[in-house]
């Protein structure tokens, strides 16, 4: 049975960083895609960052490039994201990803019809 289990939200201010961790279990993520979305209240589930290929391959939403760096550590079997120059706009739930066969392209990367298995979910709360 594959979970996806995330950790590192928390409340910071703006200007300051976090790293969020996605532990995968039952699940060998290094030949599949992986993901991180974000929703915050009233609006849609986003694609924020996802990495593929075996992390030949990263695709950020244009919201976060330049401040957002999505990681992996197969021996962990662990999917990071680095987010630093956060701002109130990025306030939001964020939900770890993993497709079922490895599939995915620069168009599906980030989207989440793509994908079958979700975390719970880590708050993220940036204050300005």
């Known amino acids: 049975q594959v979970q996806l289990v995330e950790s590192g939200g928390g409340s910071v201010q703006a200007g300051g960083s976090l790293r969020l961790s996605c532990a995968a279990s039952?699940?060998?993520?290094?030949?599949?895609?992986m993901a991180w979305f974000r929703q915050a209240p009233g609006k849609e589930r986003e694609g924020v960052a996802s990495v593929y290929a075996g992390g030949s391959y990263k695709r950020y939403a244009d919201s976060v490039k330049g401040r957002f760096t999505i990681s992996q550590d197969y021996a962990k079997n662990t999917v990071y994201l680095q987010m630093s120059s956060l701002e109130p706009e990025d306030t939001a739930m964020y939900y770890c990803?993993?497709?079922?066969?490895?599939?995915?392209?620069?168009?599906?990367?980030?989207?989440?019809?793509?994908?079958?298995?979700w975390g719970q979910g880590t708050q993220v709360t940036v204050s300005s």
């Open positions: 039952g699940y060998t993520y290094s030949t599949k895609c």
């Open positions: 990803a993993a497709d079922r066969r490895g599939l995915c392209t620069e168009l599906t990367a980030i989207s989440k019809d793509h994908y079958s298995y």
